[in-house]
């Protein structure tokens, strides 16, 4: 069964780091883009983060400089290394292919920052 499952999430200060982590099964990574989104309460879901099939990297505007996006092609997981969490940073994280697939959305992991 495809399936994309989340975790790393949880409640962090603001200044603070967090590992985000993304299992997916082969056939949904395999030379396929993948990205992390995020959906904050009451606003539309957005890509934050993409890594193609190559390596190459994307960033929103607002995460520049703050996060790192990864894959791992053996074991097919891609990774969301976050770090100055800023309270507007605070969300439900999903990962999916990019462009997105509706039917691999998952659970998602949520990340709250605040003091």
């Known amino acids: 069964q495809k399936q994309l499952v989340e975790s790393g999430g949880g409640l962090v200060q603001p200044g603070g780091s967090l590992r985000l982590s993304c299992a997916a099964s082969k056939s949904i990574t395999s030379l396929n883009g993948m990205g992390w989104y995020r959906q904050a309460p009451g606003k539309q879901r957005e890509l934050v983060a993409s890594?193609?099939?190559?390596?190459?990297?994307n960033y929103g505007d607002s995460v520049k400089g703050r996060f790192s996006i990864s894959r791992d092609d053996v074991t097919s997981a891609v990774y969301l290394e976050m770090s100055s969490l800023k309270s507007e940073d605070t969300a439900v994280y999903y990962c999916?292919?990019?462009?997105?697939?509706?039917?691999?959305w998952g659970q998602g992991t949520q990340v709250t920052v605040s003091s």
């Open positions: 890594v193609m099939w190559n390596g190459f990297t």
């Open positions: 999916n292919r990019v462009p997105p697939y509706e039917g691999y």
